[in-house]
């Protein structure tokens, strides 16, 4: 376990894989921990820096409310400790909310953008508020995160043909039965309040990198129209849209593939 400390945080980050530097940012509630799947997939051709963002994993929880500036910030503060001047940016879901805020404030800093399931906010439009679902009881409200993830999860027959789905079906269903401590719980709701304040949508036009933008087809937390609304705005982006919903970078294959080649080659799949 490897920390740093900035703007009132204690973080734990790592470095795996080796390759063109690159930063991540994880979505919501994601720690290193639950992410390692995206993480090794992505350190295969690629030296990947990630961190468990405020409030989340095995970072610490200060005192609120955070802020998208604050998240950018502490993404920021990462590369200057570990001596990175330059790098790649990916963000899936809330982390590539945070991946915009980054890229708008620090363009110099972002060699190319790689943005998943995500929305530019405002006008560009908001992915799903999914801080109203806590308010439901626990089996209401899996039963609408499954819903939302992928808008075929709510089918039997589908998934008792479809395999890869069933077990992310399986792994939402185990995660739901975990029990947190207060403290955890105060940092993915406060992560989800910042989450209400996300828009960049006037402010995309400053991002200078190649950006490629990725979107699940069945989506209903992140929908294909907020990936355009994203690529509209930003001059030098372009998108593709995937077979899977908000987790299509584990259902899709080709979406990994495609953002290993991007990184590395600068080249773009057609959409």
């Known amino acids: 376990m490897t920390r740093f400390t900035h703007d009132g945080c204690d973080f734990n980050f790592e470095i795996r894989g080796d390759g063109p530097r690159t930063l991540l940012f994880n979505g919501s509630g994601a720690s290193i921990e639950s992410s390692a799947p995206l993480i090794n997939a992505l350190a295969k051709t690629m030296q990947v820096l990630v961190h468990d963002q405020r409030g989340l994993g095995e970072s610490s929880v200060p005192d609120g409310p955070y802020s998208m500036a604050q998240y950018a910030s502490d993404g920021r503060a990462l590369l200057a400790h570990v001596g990175w001047e330059t790098c790649n940016v990916v963000g899936i879901s809330f982390g590539g909310m945070v991946a915009q805020e980054f890229a708008v404030t620090f363009p110099q800093v972002v060699e190319k953008l790689v943005l998943l399931c995500t929305s530019a906010g405002g006008v560009a439009g908001a992915s799903y508020p999914l801080h109203e ?83 699940g087809r069945y989506d209903g937390i992140a929908p294909v129209v907020n990936s355009e609304q994203i690529v509209a705005r930003i001059p030098d982006s372009s998108m ?32």
């Open 240 to 271: 593709k849209v995937y077979e899977g919903g908000h987790l299509f970078s584990g259902q899709d294959r080709n979406a990994i593939l495609d953002i290993r080649r991007f990184v590395e080659t600068g080249e773009r799949p057609a959409g």
């Open 133 to 215: 679902l806590g308010a439901l009881p626990v089996d209401e409200r899996l039963a609408r995160q499954m819903e939302l993830t992928d808008s075929r999860f709510v089918d039997d027959e589908w998934l008792a043909a479809h395999p890869v789905e069933a077990t992310i079906v399986a792994g939402m269903r185990d995660r739901a039965d975990v029990v947190k401590s207060d403290e955890r719980l105060r940092g993915e709701r406060m992560q989800l309040e910042a989450r209400i304040h996300h828009d960049v949508a006037d402010r995309l036009g400053r991002v200078t990198a190649p950006t490629f933008v990725l979107a």
